[in-house]
């Protein structure tokens, strides 16, 4: 008996101790169901997304049990096995993901339906439980207040030096982030930290030439 003869009896046989009863497949849907469920529900209570997507949400709930029978039908036949190779091989996703915290969760119920069908139950519970405390603990730690983005509509251009010190009476840091300039009329978006966001909106609303301001959230990065 060569090498090949014995490596492929070994991998036989690997095959063929992992195959289970119906109850044992049963339990291991019912705990990818739970997870799945787990998942579904931190999902709808942690993100604060500006548009809510129940169908992804929905999604993730449901990849848990999809992949834990993938991972049943691996171990329980070689032709099956590299069937399944052969046809996620070709399946291509190209639906873009919005927001990083969407494609955590996505590999999330990915991971728990892979350890659920590999038999490693209390592992994907206690995973599930670590990766929850995480985003939790993370969402909520503040290093930096995120910078403010304010929106000016002016119709004198020469008008700019006088908001500018107006604005920096009222922020604690400010800069220029664009100008767009027309025949008539300055669009301009300052960045800028103020806790006075209010006082400096009222006061800029009065000045002469200037037809609209707004002051709005940054959702990017702050950096200290």
Same mark, same amino acid.
């Given at each position: 008996m060569n090498f090949s003869d014995i490596f492929t009896k070994t991998f036989r046989e690997g095959f063929a101790g992992a195959e289970l009863g119906f109850l044992e497949m049963m339990l291991v849907y019912a705990l990818a169901v739970f997870v799945g469920g787990y998942i579904f529900l931190v999902y709808r209570f942690i993100t604060r997304q500006a548009f809510y997507s129940r169908h992804f949400n929905i999604s993730l709930a449901v990849l848990p049990v999809i992949v834990a029978a993938i991972i049943l039908a691996i171990q329980s036949s070689i032709v099956i096995s590299l069937g399944m190779v052969g046809a996620l091989s070709i399946v291509r996703f190209r639906? /873009? *993901?919005?927001?990083?915290?969407?494609?955590? +969760? #996505? +590999?999330?119920?990915?991971? /728990?339906?892979?350890?659920?069908?590999?038999?490693?139950?209390?592992? /994907?519970?206690?995973?599930?439980?670590?990766?929850?405390?995480? @985003? *939790?603990?993370?969402?909520?730690?503040? @290093?930096? &207040?995120?910078?403010?983005?304010? *929106?000016?509509?002016?119709?004198?251009?020469?008008?700019?030096?006088? @908001?500018?010190?107006?604005?920096?009476?009222?922020? &604690?840091?400010?800069?220029?982030?664009?100008?767009? $300039?027309?025949?008539?009329?300055?669009?301009? @978006?300052?960045?800028?930290?103020?806790?006075?966001?209010?006082? #400096?909106?009222?006061?800029? /609303?009065?000045?002469?030439?200037? +037809?609209?301001?707004? $002051?709005?959230?940054h959702d990017g990065e702050a950096v200290c």
């Open positions: 639906t /873009a *993901v919005k927001d990083p915290i969407d494609l955590t +969760f #996505l +590999f999330w119920s990915i991971s /728990a339906g892979i350890l659920c069908g590999a038999g490693l139950g209390e592992m /994907a519970v206690i995973v599930s439980l670590i990766i929850t405390v995480m @985003i *939790v603990v993370l969402d909520n730690v503040r @290093i930096a &207040k995120a910078p403010l983005l304010l *929106v000016i509509n002016m119709k004198e251009p020469d008008a700019e030096d006088e @908001i500018l010190k107006i604005v920096t009476e009222y922020c &604690k840091y400010s800069r220029v982030k664009s100008r767009n $300039l027309t025949k008539d009329r300055l669009h301009m @978006i300052v960045e800028l930290r103020t806790d006075r966001g209010k006082e #400096l909106v009222g006061k800029l /609303a009065g000045q002469d030439g200037i +037809f609209s301001v707004s $002051l709005m959230e």
